[in-house]
């Protein structure tokens, strides 16, 4: 876990923060406070995971729907309008994106920025698409959970 938070691990992921070949392996940008791998699903798809990561930049309230969809040149379909959440007490936007990775299945990915004391925090719940439902409540439980230490 990060020094600037604290939250749990759902039950059956594993905490793959530590292991470098797996944050490579997952090609997050920005740096990784934590990477959560999912249980094996009935998709089979490697490394379905949560991460939570700090935007290299941090990105202003007021450009941070604009960040969530620039997704859309790098690939990503179907993204829907961006929806605010709230994170212990702060409040941040989510949106949810379909994406083909090179030779890959279609995922779909729910992408969440949130800022807090100068910091762009990135929450992204990463699965198959036919997974996608079953994971998110592991995502619920990890943010119900979440509680700010800094």
């Known amino acids: ?6 939250t749990v691990v759902p039950n059956g992921w594993s905490d793959q923060t530590q292991n470098q070949d797996v944050v490579a392996a997952v ?6 406070l934590m990477l959560l791998i999912a249980p094996p699903t009935k998709a089979n798809v490697l490394n379905e995971h949560i991460d939570v990561s700090l ?3 941090p990105v202003p309230d007021d450009q941070l729907a604009t960040y ?5 040149q ?27 990775p090179q030779g890959g299945v ?3 990915i729910q992408d969440m920025v949130v800022n807090r004391n100068g910091i762009t925090y ?6 198959a698409t036919a997974d996608f439902a079953g994971q998110q409540p592991a ?12």
């Open 122 to 127: 990135e929450i992204v719940l990463n699965t």
């Open 27 to 32: 090609s997050v940008s920005g740096t990784v």
């Open 1 to 6: 876990m990060s020094s600037d938070f604290t």
């Open 55 to 57: 935007v290299g930049s």
């Open 106 to 108: 279609q995922h779909r």
């Open 139 to 150: 995502l619920q439980q990890l943010m119900s959970a979440w509680h700010w230490t800094s």
């Open 68 to 72: 969530l969809q620039s997704v859309a």
């Open 74 to 100: 790098k690939g990503a379909t179907s993204l829907t309008m961006p929806q605010t959440f709230a994170l212990d007490g702060v409040t941040g936007l989510s949106i949810d994106y379909s994406y083909v």
